[in-house]
Every structure is written in C-alpha cells, then in structure tokens.
C-alpha cells in the first residue's frame, strides 16, 4: 500500500522538474532513473555495510557514485556535467546487470539548470528501498500521473479495467502470456498477482519458471524503460520486455501465447501503417492489425482480452468488415461495451473490450453482449469514484454464461424480459452475419416493439412525485473539491461546490431524480447524493412502475413554457402538462438510443476539451530565451473600446475575439493574453490588420530570424509554456504576466524541416479534433430529433 510520505516525495518530484521538464511522461522517466540509480548505490553501500566491496560504481565508474556526487565541495556545474555524464555512460558499464544497462539506454539530462538538479537529486536521495512492494506500489503511483497521449497514440489504462479483464481471461500458471504493446507492464503485472493470488503455494523456484512465461513487446524505448522498471520492483530479475515493433517487425512472428491481453494503440501515423505480408487482413490502422495480430498469435486452445475503438466495432471499411468477420467465424465470444469516460483525463474516445477463446468460439454459435454503463467511476476529467459499478456483475454474469455456453440463451429471446436483458444478451453469429457487416453493436440486435400512435399524453402529476426541500439552506459557504457532497444552487450554475455537511443529504437510494427550478424553468437529471442551495429547486420522484426517469427528462426539454405569465412556475400548474408516455419498455429502449448518443457526445467533447499541441523536445535544438528571437510590444486599447460589427479583430485577454473599426497593427503575430482571473491564459496566431487591449501581448520574430523561426512552431511551443506561466503569473483577484515572466522563457528551435513536420503532425491532430467538433454537433441533432419524434412532430 502506498504511503503518503513517498507519495508525496514523488509529488515533489514532479513539481522540480515541472518547469523544466513540462511532458509529464518525460518527468516520470527522469524520476524512473534516477530511482534505479539511487537504488544501485544504494546496493553497493549495503554491500560496504556487510563487509563486502561495491558492484556498481567501481574503477572509472567510482567517480558517478552518491556520495562523489553529492561532495559538499562540488559546484553546481560540476554537479550538472557529471550526473549528465553518468546518465550517458552507465548503459556501458560492464559491471552492472544488463537489465539496469538497458534502463539506462539513451538515457539523458534534458535540462542544464544546475539548482533544479540539486533540488531534485536531494529528493530523489530521501527514497528509502528498504521494503521492495513498497517501491513497487510507490512506482506504479508514479506512472499513473502520465496524463497525456503519447505519440503513439498510447494511454495508460485504468487498473480496474486491467484487473477486470485479467480476471474474465483468468490466465493461468504453466500459460505463456504476452502484452504486444505493454507500455508500462500494467497487464503482465496484473496477470502475476491473478496466478500468485489463485496460487498461493508456489515454492520460489516454481516463482521464478513462473517469470518466465510473461513477455512485453512495445515500439517506444521510453515504454520499454518503464516497463522494465515496474517489472523489477515486483520481482522480475530478469523480465522479457522487447523494444520491438509488433506491426512492422517478423522475427517473432512466430512466437505464439496461450494468453495475450492489450490496449494497443488506436493512432495510425499519417499514410497509414506497413506491415508485412504475414498478417491475414490487409491493412493500414493500427488498431485492425493489432487486433489481427493478437487472434493469429493465439495457440489453439489460446484466450484474449483486447481494448478496441469503436471503429473496429461499426466501421464499414472492407479491413474492418473482413477483421469482424474472421473474429466472428473463429474468435471471438463476448463484446463488452465499455463507458465513453473510462479514459478520461487522456481520451474521451469510446472503447469496447473484445474477449477471444479460439477454443470455446468453435463450440458455440452465440456472441454475448454485455454494457458497462457505469464502472465505479464518475465520467469526469477528475474520475471520482461513485457508488454505481456494473463491473462485479459483469464479471460474474462472464464467468456463468462461459460455464453453460453451449445451453444458454439469450435473456432477450426469454417470454419475460428478466433484469440481464438490461445488461446483457447473446445474439446468434448467423443473425451478425445477415447483413455482410458483421457488426458488434449490441444495441443493434436488440429489438422492441415501438407503437406510436398508442402513445397516450398523461399529466405529469400521474407520473411523478413532488418534494419541497426543507433542509436547503447550507450553513457553512466553505465549500471546495476536497469535500465529496455537492451542492445545487438554482440557474445555470447547478453545482455550486462540494460541503462536507451531513444533515440534508438527498440518499442516493432515491435517485436518480428530476431537479426542476421554478424560477428559471430549467430541469436536471441527478444521479449522485446532493444538498440543495435555493428553495426555488423543487425535486421530483419518478413513480418507477409507470416511467422511466431519464425518459421523462429527455421528454420534459422539450416542454414550452408560459413565461409571461408566471414570476415562478408552481408544481400544480407544472402538474397538468400533458407529455406522450408510452410503455416502460418503449421508454426504456428510447432511453438507451439517446444515451449512446449521449456518450458518442461526451467522448468527442473530452477529445475537443482535453486535447493540447505536445512537441517533445529534443535536447539537441538550441535553446534561447524567447526575446533573444522576438520583438515583444503590448496593446493600446482598453477592452470597452469593442463594438458589436467592427472591420477589424480586437484581441484581448478574453479568449472571444471582438472587433473594432481602427487598427494600430499590420502584421504576422502572435497574441498571448496578459492577465486572467484564474490565471488561464491563452495564445492566439493571426495575421493582417489588428487592435489589441493595452494587457495583450503582440509577439512577433525579429527580423534576423524571420525564415529560422516558423509561427505556427512558436505559437505550439508557447501553448507549452501556459501551465509554467500561470504558476509564475502574480496578483491576488486578477493573476497577470509581466514582460520579463515571457522575455525568459526558453524557446527550443529546431532546423526548418523539423518545424513543418512538427507542425504538419499537430495540424493532422487538430482536423481530428475539428472531426469531434461536428460530431457533436451531428449527435446533439440526433437527440433534438429523437426527442421531437417522441411528441409526434
């Protein structure tokens, strides 16, 4: 179990080198070796305790060890060239075990300020490896702050997800396992702890045959380090991790698993991938060879568990067609649809989890479908965790239906639909077939029976209960993220922050419910344990024999109101209006079509919201403060000179552009905002003629490096340095820049040909999220539709 102190050592870590190392994947590998380096000295001053001789640090190499590292006497310099130094050369120490050699491998110092490296160091050198799980629990808290893409289109995946298909796939001890795009080992580490746990007995010898059946293909040697790593600090010696890619690479194609389980990357590089001639579909994505790789490398009576698009589940491309079609005819037995957030605060993109058992596939006839609505977790960038979680159900219903695969029927052919037919249902793989799609939408092969024209138009007051809440004033205003209850207030702000008060608390055996605003007419659906702020909230029960909750919130948006005749809009007349209704079952599968609109929505927004430009930069490009390369001026203008139709932009520290009808510039520049409330600041790229407010800063290249410098490069790399500015931005109410916080800030520049390529890459990245953007809007359409077909319009 993690203990706070080294959480916290590894928090202060990361908040050293923030500065200078902005990636948090690249901080993670800077505290990755510098950990396996303490740890090596650490083990040649044990060895000097017990009355032996050091390891590691001998001969030419004595010179990197701790203690000559930290001489009292060395300058900050010195301290800097030699820890830079041993970073290169311990790959090629002859003394150390090959493991920690390749841990070191292209290993470098990214950064040359000396007082970071002493600030860090002497953090690093507080970590205690008295305890080797404890390290290891320690070191798996570090690689979950990886909180961005990588350039693979990697992301880290939660440990419930990991343990829950480790446990459906349930691995076992004299099986060969592999992960073929391991990242940080988290799959292979779980399947040990699942064998261990199942076998408690195992003398240390049988431990060590065991090790030996786990194997981790990744393409990125930064993944391969972490890897190896994580997998030492559990006890692996000697861990068969490859830097080796499973696409493009055959000299171990044919090695075949008894177990393979993976989220492999969804990201193709642009103009697609080229594989070799050996995989049976033909393609270019990524995530259609992945898959294709792990079902052809399974042995005969071999199982996998394998995260997946959407794409590969509906796309009508042939390679995707043909993939379903071999999983389909000899692979595959259970699709489990996974909720849009799970990735979340890395990806909104919806997944599914793909379950392979070449052996059961062969003597059933049936996919079973299962939907994951919630997995214990809220869907926000934050990821709290929530009392709902279909997860252990899921996992039992898995377990029961492979028990009696070759008897079990679907619970949606049953004459009564049971509670399962809500979560679960096996469809025939000839009626998957039907259409030469072979497509592993669940939804699709349900079918209920829509009869419109029975719709009956009831009063609400037949269909739901009204509450008065009584308890709503809330006494203390101290309210913050820390604290789990969340209080709503009426208007658009709903959630008006967290409070740790008890008394009021709406149970959460009553939800969900409607929250309606007398005031505003505004409505909210609530699923979550709440306190009410305003006496204008009025809560309403849905009586659950005749409707759907849900159902009735997407039916009352559409409701218009008679404003001009109410200040508020009482429940007894709120009571008489009439909405269609027709049965519960209707309503439930109406519920079900909006809410996978919904999802689509919410995955394609976390796409739009949390999506940033990453360059990694490379610590060979010179590196020069940014005033060295630019000419920085400020505006003119206060911000009330905007007017509603001006001819010309006028940029100020809001992130909307306003207009004006003069302009004081003509030219290619980048505006950076200089002062913001919370201290968000923005940069914005324009050229022509402009205006700008007196706290916005106009940035453009000198003259002497106009053809060096690209704008669309600079304004990428200073998008990078908004989180540094913001922690350096001063004020109280309003947090502002100053031009000596942005004259200093290091700017990297490459040759020409790396700008645009970078450059290209971000703009690829950027029509993906302008995709998200109109696929919002075609879903919020689907649902504004779907919501005026049930009122008959």
Known sequence: MLDVETKRKI???????????????????????????????????????????????????EKYSWSSIFDPHTSGIELLNRYGEALVKLEKNPKIPQLFRDIFKNAYLPYRDPETLRAFLKEIRNFSYDHSERLGDAFEYLLSVLSSQGEAGQFRTPRHIIDFIVEVVSPQKHEKILDPACGTAGFLISAYRHILRNNPKLSMVQKKRLMDNFVGYDISYDMVRLSLVNMYLHGFSQPH?????????????????????????????????????????RAKRSEVLFVDYIAEHLNPSGRAGVIVPEGIIFQSQNAYKALRKMLVENYLWAVISLPSGVFNPYSGVKTSILLMDKSLAKRIDKILFIKIENDGYDLGAQRRPIDKNDIPAALKFLNIYKSKAETYKSPACHSERSEESHFAHAVLKSEIAKSGEYNLSGDRYKTFEHIKSDWKMVEMGEVLDYEQPTNYIVNSVNYSDRYQTPVLTAGKTFILGYTNETEGIFPSEKLPVIIFDDFTTAIKLVDFPFKVKSSAMKILHTRKERADTTFLFYVMQKIEFARNEHKRYWISQYSKIKIPLPPLNVQQAIVSEIDGYQKIIDGARQVVENYKPSIKINPDWPIVELKSVTNIKTGKLNANKAIPNGKYPFFTCSKEIFRIDDYDFDCEALLLSGNNAAGVFDVKYYKGKFNAYQRTYIITINQENVGKLEYPFLHYQLEQHLELLKR??????????????????????????????????????????????????????????????????
């Not at 830097?243 to 393979?260: K, N, Q, S």
């Not at 990357?265 to 050996?278: A, E, Y």
Request: with cysteine.
């Open 728 to 793: 350096k931005s001063i004020g109280s109410s309003t947090r502002y820049l100053t031009i000596g916080m942005i004259d200093s800030l290091q700017i990297s520049i490459p040759n020409q040909n790396i700008q645009k390529q970078i450059v290209e890459q971000i703009e690829t990245e950027q029509q993906i999220v302008k995709a998200n953007k109109k696929m919002i809007e075609i879903y919020e359409q689907k649902i504004k539709d779907k919501i005026t077909e049930i009122w008959g319009e």
């Open 241 to 281: 991790i490859h830097e080796y890619d499973t696409l493009t690479y055959e000299d171990r194609w044919d090695d075949t698993f008894d177990v393979i389980m993976a989220n492999p990357p969804f990201m193709s590089p642009k103009g697609g991938i080229r594989p070799h001639s050996h995989f049976a579909i």
């Open 11 to 61: 928090d202060n870590c990361r908040d050293i080198l923030v500065g200078k190392v902005p990636d948090p994947k690249g901080q993670v590998e800077q505290i990755t070796i510098a950990l396996i380096y303490k740890f090596m000295d650490d083990m040649d001053a044990q060895s000097i305790d017990m009355g032996g001789k050091p390891s590691f640090f001998t001969e030419e190499y």
